[in-house]
């Protein structure tokens, strides 16, 4: 199973109606085609200054502070994330940061060994998959984005946070395991989450700001529970899609 996303998770109740914006929510990635004008995702490649290369400065000491002061550290928290950089420091990887590495800390409730156990394997099922080059090698086909949508609501939840929201509820579940297989399945959903991820990186640059959390909606309304709970083939692929 691929490693889940780190992100925290909230009901769709929660989210409905808490957006700081006083519009309509307005999907970021539509299931119908937006005119140019309305568009609000970013262009589908994926440039370096999204996904560079780890920096050999990017544990420094100001990179560190930043983290830190960002996050709100005590002295002990400060310390454990130290050293997890230093042990970290063979991995050349983009997401080798402290604010990412901060992330597996947080999962693991800053048990150092745990945490980095945890991000080694990150980094190489991403590595031996090629995941950070998908969004820009790869478009998923035109029937799988209208099957099985995903987005990000335009605004942000009564956190500060954004909310990207998938549609399971609208996917035929049987019928595209039949039509596109397994691993398009995965390979698609792989590449929804990739292209946000993307996308959420430009928005805060663009804006100069920062987000602690992702919000994520399942929304699973419409989904046919009888045709799904017996297949055990879609049960299986749908835990790896999630």
């Not at 399971?168 to 049987?174: A, C, N, V």
Request: hydrophobic share 35%; proline share 6%; aromatic share 8%.
């Amino acid at each position: 199973m691929a490693p889940s996303m780190n992100a925290t998770i909230r009901t769709e109740s929660i989210c409905r109606g808490c957006l700081e914006s006083d519009d309509e929510p307005v999907l970021i990635f539509r299931e119908k085609q937006q005119s140019k004008e309305s568009a609000l995702s970013p262009p589908l490649t994926t440039h370096s200054s999204v996904f560079p290369r780890k920096p050999v400065d990017v544990w420094s000491d100001e990179s560190i502070h930043e983290t830190v002061s960002f996050w709100e550290l005590s002295p002990a928290e400060t310390k454990i994330s130290r050293d997890l950089g230093r042990r970290l420091e063979d991995l050349d990887y983009h997401q080798n940061t402290p604010d990412n590495v901060l992330r597996f800390l947080l999962a693991r409730s800053f048990k150092l060994h745990a945490a980095e156990r945890m991000f080694r394997k990150m980094v190489a099922w991403r590595m031996a998959h090629n995941v950070a080059s998908i969004p820009k090698e790869t478009r998923p086909h035109q029937e799988l984005l209208d099957r099985y949508p995903g987005a990000v609501l335009q605004g942000r939840d009564k956190d500060g946070d954004l909310v990207f929201v998938s549609r399971t509820g609208s996917l035929d579940g049987p019928g595209t395991l039949r039509r596109f297989g397994r691993e398009q399945m995965i390979h698609y959903c792989i590449w929804l989450r990739e292209f946000i991820c993307e996308w959420i990186v430009t928005f805060e640059q663009e804006h100069g700001m920062k987000m602690r959390h992702r919000a994520i909606i399942e929304d699973q309304h419409g989904l046919p529970l009888l045709h799904v709970i017996p297949n055990r083939p879609l049960l299986s692929a749908f835990g790896e899609m999630l």
